[in-house]
């Protein structure tokens, strides 16, 4: 027996495929009468992330870093902010109906999309993946290919379409 899927996990790195998954997340919430989580996570630099700059700058320089983080958030949330305004656009006025939340975050994107989507009890990811000649190895096919390696919840990986990626 399939379960019901009432939380969706839509994972974004605003980018054109990440934006095309977006039409699959919201079909998929309109098909079960379900909500979408919208996760965008940056990246940052992992020795900061993890506390380890400490031994090697001073603690000044530590903190400038970590303000440097706070103010790309900012940024980012301003873009995702920007990216729910278009997609509400093209959805219709029943997009925002669909979304339950906005999350962004700072850390390692697979960590941060595996965790969030077992505490917010998910019941679906979705993500895109860029997956076409040397964009196989970019950031979010990387991404995606770790989610679905490591996720015990169905995951959705919706590829670019070929015509998108000729001329993206």
């Not at 605003?14 to 009468?33: E, G, M, Q, R």
């Not at 697979?110 to 989507?117: D, G, K, S």
């Not at 917010?120 to 990811?125: A, K």
Request: hydrophobic share 45%.
């Amino acid at each position: 027996m399939i379960p019901h899927i009432k939380k969706i996990l839509y994972a974004t790195d605003l980018t054109v495929n990440s934006a095309y998954a977006a039409y699959f997340a919201v079909d998929l919430a309109k098909t079960h009468d379900a909500k979408i989580i919208i996760i965008h996570c940056a990246e940052i630099n992992p020795l900061i992330y993890l506390g380890a700059a400490a031994p090697f700058s001073d603690v000044w320089l530590r903190e400038a870093q970590e303000n440097e983080v706070e103010k790309d958030l900012g940024e980012i949330k301003k873009r995702v902010q920007e990216f729910s305004r278009k997609a509400e656009s093209q959805f219709g006025p029943d997009y925002a109906n669909l979304l339950s939340e906005t999350i962004v975050t700072a850390g390692y994107a697979v960590e941060e999309i595996l965790n969030t989507a077992n505490k917010l009890e998910c019941d679906v990811i979705v993500l895109g993946s860029h997956g076409k000649g040397f964009l196989r190895q970019t950031f979010l096919g990387s991404v995606a290919r770790a989610v679905l390696e490591r996720s015990a919840k169905p995951v959705f990986i919706i590829p670019l379409p070929s015509e998108k990626a000729s001329t993206g």
